[in-house]
């Protein structure tokens, strides 16, 4: 199903805002994002059984393109538990106001908080499942720093959601 997904990352107000407009169905999710210190020390998300974990495998390519104006590194990925695999492309170019809460806290899957990646943005990616069927496919088309809006959530069905959600036994 095609859609367009709007992602707010408000680190000034410690803020997220995520949009689905899917055409007929309209959906948001707003989140806290909590103090770095209330997250020091706690364990990133991984949803992974204790044993037998692998750790997702990510391989730089050699391959580069610019994306939205910034020079991105390709990478595969490769996730040996959950087979998905694909290509990340990641800049380094950008510096946004974010830390690893972004990510390990958010659900996100577990390549975006492995440190090959860490001080990177990925601006592109194409995830296939283990039948080698594509799963995702997403490419930023825009970047706006330090711009002043104001975001219309008329029509979406908002839903708050806690920013530890991920990690359902805390």
């Given at each position: 199903v095609a859609m367009l997904i709007s992602s707010i990352y408000d680190a000034t107000n410690k803020v997220f805002l995520i949009l689905t407009d899917m055409g007929a169905m309209k959906m948001g999710i707003i989140s806290d994002i909590p103090d770095e210190e209330s997250v020091e020390g706690q364990a990133a998300v991984t949803n992974r059984s204790a044993e037998n974990s692998s750790e997702p495998v990510i391989t730089k390519?050699?391959?580069s393109k610019?994306?939205?104006?910034?020079?991105?590194?390709?990478?595969?990925?490769?996730?040996p538990e959950t087979r998905e695999h694909g290509n990340l492309w990641v800049t380094r170019d950008l510096k946004l106001k974010s830390d690893r809460r972004t990510y390990a806290k958010s659900g996100a899957p577990v390549y975006y908080d492995h440190p090959?990646?860490?001080?990177?943005?990925?601006?592109?990616?194409e995830s296939y499942n283990e039948k080698n069927e594509l799963v995702l496919k997403s490419e930023t088309k825009e970047i706006k720093m330090g711009v002043n809006h104001k975001i219309s959530t008329a029509g979406y069905a908002l839903r708050q959601m806690n920013f530890n959600q991920a990690q359902a036994g805390k």
């Open positions: 390519t050699g391959n610019i994306i939205a104006g910034y020079r991105c590194d390709e990478y595969n990925f490769r996730d090959e990646l860490a001080d990177g943005v990925v601006l592109a990616m």
